[in-house]
């Protein structure tokens, strides 16, 4: 299979350099050349297959002309070492909890998949492969993790001095082996600008294999659609009208959706749900796009105010603006509205986290205007990793799990950086 650019449909390359790469040379971002659509009938088997059956068939499809059965095989079985379990929480509201990998945020599915899927391709290169990485927080985490110990890789994580919780710095900084920590004096959009910049710098590319790990990357980007063909399976009712709400930043995951509805997902409806970075939401309601700068908010994972994946998006939809419009539509919350829902909720006998709050919150809205749709919202992350916000909102006590406590008690190592390239290219250039 090969992959162009959204910038240039004539820019073509294969798997490999599509995942090396993770940004085309001309700044836009990989999109399978043809995107393999399964028969109506295997939607109503899907109920019939695990997780990881469902897993086998779909990255089969995607990735059969690249790797072997046994490579396909490998992939699923090390992504999918943990359930996605769909949680009704009033009726036609569910929960798709994404939070039970390693690092408690969905982020692990994507990371986990992309760390294996690297390592095939790196294969035995005598030269070590850099991974750039910028993160708000959950990214950082997943994709250490993920890399964590893999041969032949290191990865070089930057993120925003003070922006990110506690925890979820713990989890990336503390690990030390071929995890680099750089602390940006600046918020994520600097950090993601650094990334960019350093991958179409020629000097640095000269000496150093870079690559990314971030939703950009077609091997982050790709198995995410898994969990809406597993969420839709485990519906007990399969009714024409389902719709998705994703909490969305650099709308990675719901650029996911779509592609699994282009796969013949029968989803009619998507809710692209935000914070105040509204980007998206603003579009979607007949302006243009305008990137902004990224207000920091109580979901501090979508604080993104240029989101990464939206050429992704308008690519799926071929540039079709009203067709885009009409399938996905977009809210946005405040912080007050997202801690009344995390109020609401507990109430209800379930603990939303702020960013699955969001995604709660938009489902709700649209069913105002139509009530006879199932919906499911994803909930991305587990409360447990956004402990004071949570505790703070159903004034209660947390109860970690066991994963996430491990990680408080290791030591932070990090190295800090200005936001200027200059600085970042001086300490690229004395890697070896
Ligand atoms: C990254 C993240 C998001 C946003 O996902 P995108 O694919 O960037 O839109 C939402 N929630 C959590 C908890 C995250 O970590």
Redesign the pocket.
Known sequence: MQYYSTTNRELKVSLQEAVLKGLAPDNGLFMPLTIPTFPEAWMEELSNLSFREIGYRVIGALFSSDLTDAQIQELVDHTLTFDAPLVEVEQNVFSLELFHGPTL???DFGARFCAKLLGMLVGTSAKKTRILVATS???GSAVANGFLNVAGVEVIILYPKGKVSLLQEKQFTTLGKNIICLEVEGVFDDCQALVKQAFLDPELNEKLILTSAN?INVARWIPQCLYYFYAYSRLPKKTEKIVFSV????????AAGILAQRMGLPISQFIAATNENKVVPTFLTGSYFEAKPSIPTLSN??D?GNPSNFPRLVNLFEGDEEKFRNQVKGYFFSDAQTVQAMQSVYRLGYTLDP?GAIGYLGLKKFLEIDKDYQGIFLE??HPGKFQEVVEKAISEKLKLPERLAIFQKGEKNTIPLTASFESFKQFLSALD
Do not use: E
């Not at 909490?247 to 719901?254: V, Y």
């Open positions: 945020a969905f982020k927080g959950d990214t939703s909490p969305s930043g650099n709308f990675g995951n719901l994972a979508m993104v960013h991305t992350a």
